[in-house]
């Protein structure tokens, strides 16, 4: 199978994107996903998304992880796929399209900015003094000292695969607090099974945990190795968070075409 691929990054954490607004990519298997995101063998990414068609939004998102499977919400990808929707045309004020985890908006500012509405969030799970949420996908985070000295690799997959998360997995996020408005996030993503250079969903995950204000408007500086996002959120009462937004840069990387084989 040919295909044309457009490869976008959101603060390093990449995506193979593909317009399959024709159905053309339909066929695609996950085993072609995978060798299609392995950076020995195929192009590279963190996961691939499929810019789909759906009546009554602007657009559908497929996401696959690295690893070929279909996945749950991607923040920086949904961004990346905001952006890609633009360069192909589809420009809107406010855009309004549907993931794996229900709809979402998202706007694209002046200096190219793409800010995308995430899930409200209305629990917070405590588990063993660390913490358990769902922004669209499920997130451990652990607050620590010095995270930049943290071996994240392997106390994440020691997290992600102990007998309490190994079946379903989950993304664990480790969080050193700089000031009460600004984070620093390493996060080990299930699917990709390391380190990501960034995660927009684990950086959303982190922000709401280390909120500032104990009520109402809260906005956090994120630092990830790939670059400074922000989170903006309402928290209207304990462990219940509104009008979240994942806001920063997503880049076209390069496009091409390439061969997949059948697998």
Not at 139 to 149: A, C, F, G, P, R
Not at 163 to 174: P, S
Not at 225 to 245: A, M, P, S, Y
Request: aromatic letters at 12%; one cysteine or more.
């Amino acid at each position: 199978m040919d295909l044309q691929f457009f490869k976008y990054q959101g603060t390093g954490n990449d995506f193979v994107i593909l317009d399959n607004r024709n159905g053309q990519y339909d066929a695609l298997t996950n085993q072609q996903v995978n060798w299609i995101c392995n950076r020995r063998f195929g192009i590279g990414a963190d996961g691939l998304m499929m810019l789909n068609t759906r009546a009554g939004y602007d657009f559908e998102m497929k996401y696959y992880n690295a690893d070929g499977r279909p996945s749950t919400m991607c923040g920086n990808g949904g961004r990346c796929l905001v952006k890609f929707a633009w360069h192909q045309g589809i420009r809107k004020p406010l855009y309004k399209f549907i993931a794996a985890d229900g709809d979402h908006d998202a706007e694209i500012d002046d200096d190219g900015t793409v800010s995308l509405k995430m899930k409200d969030v209305a629990s917070i799970k405590d588990y063993h003094g660390d913490f358990i949420l769902d922004t669209g996908s499920p997130h451990y985070v652990k607050i620590v000292s010095d995270v930049m000295e943290l071996d994240v690799y392997k106390k994440g997959m020691d997290i992600r695969y102990s007998n309490q998360f190994a079946k379903e997995g989950i993304n664990v996020n480790f969080v050193e607090q700089k000031k009460d408005d600004e984070i620093i996030v390493r996060t080990y993503e299930r699917g990709v099974e390391d380190e990501t250079y960034s995660c927009g969903t684990g950086v959303t995950a982190a922000a709401l945990v280390c909120y500032h204000n104990e009520r109402g408007f809260n906005d956090v500086t994120v630092h990830t190795k790939g670059g400074r996002l922000t989170v903006e959120f309402d928290r209207i009462e304990e462990d219940t968070f509104n009008n979240v937004w994942l806001c920063g840069p997503a880049e076209l990387v390069f496009a091409g075409t390439i061969s997949v084989p059948d697998l």
